[in-house]
């Protein structure tokens, strides 16, 4: 798990304390500097969403996403990717949309970004499907792995507002630019929306990279570490 995160190897005096349970002093500093009454309200633009009708709960909000056409990506991939993992989790994880694995097996995050996924996950005690739950912003694989468009974003979108409303996280983590501005409603750069604690409507959201980015670029490994500390960081203080 540390080599996948570029932390490896590593040397732990005896009398020192793992670095998990303690980033550097001018890291938790940082950290600390972002508490939870320190969230920045984002300026939302919203899409042009899809309305949908509410569902009264889980198996209805999973039969809609199932028996979705509303655009094109549907009549391309092999099913619907609705989510994973625990339906009350105080963590959720949101990537783009499903890749050619999990169109296969119908679970976000299975193929190799999934591996790096899981061992993030790792890295700061978590594990899928407890206490966490994983979903992505469109629930259809986009043809050959591109980007999920618009319009495309903006008739999901829906699905996933109701999959928060019901697990109520505690704490979002947006894996990626297409989930990051897909839930705050703006466009921005990776670089500029991470270290910052947004609001996703009353509910805390860090942005991170999204693995599949840090498997083409594994130096930048280093700065989802700090993400991840600083999303320990900004869950203990809403616990406190
Ligand atoms: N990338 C994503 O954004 N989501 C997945 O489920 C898999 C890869």
Not at 25 to 34: D, G, L, P, T, W
Not at 169 to 188: M, W, Y
Not at 189 to 209: C, I, K, N, Q
């Amino acid at each position: 798990m540390l080599r996948e995160m570029n932390l490896y190897p590593l040397w732990v005096r005896k009398d020192m304390p793992a670095p998990i349970e303690q980033p550097s002093a001018e890291f938790s500093q940082e950290v600390e500097a972002q508490s939870v009454a320190a969230v920045v309200p984002v300026e939302v633009v919203r899409h042009e969403e899809k309305s949908i009708a509410p569902a009264s709960g889980w198996s209805e909000l999973k039969a809609q996403v199932k028996d979705c056409t509303a655009c094109k990506l549907r009549a391309g991939c092999t099913q619907t990717v609705f989510g994973v993992g625990d339906e009350n989790a105080d963590w959720l994880f949101v990537g783009e949309g499903p890749g050619a694995d999990e169109d296969e097996r119908g679970e976000p995050f299975v193929g190799q970004a999934g591996k790096l996924l899981d061992n993030m996950l790792a890295s700061i005690k978590l594990k899928r499907g407890s206490n966490v739950y994983i979903a992505n912003v469109v629930k259809c694989r986009p043809p050959n792995n591109r980007a999920p468009e618009a319009e495309e974003v903006a008739t999901c979108l829906p699905y996933l507002k109701q999959q928060i409303a019901l697990i109520k996280p505690k704490l979002i983590v947006a894996l990626g630019k297409t989930a990051a501005t897909s839930l705050l409603g703006k466009e921005a750069t990776l670089g500029s929306m991470r270290a910052t604690l947004h609001d996703f409507e009353g509910t805390p959201l860090l942005v991170t990279y999204h693995p599949a980015y840090l498997l083409r670029s594994p130096a930048e490994k280093a700065k989802a570490w700090q993400d991840l500390c600083a999303a320990v960081s900004a869950m203990n203080n809403l616990k406190n």
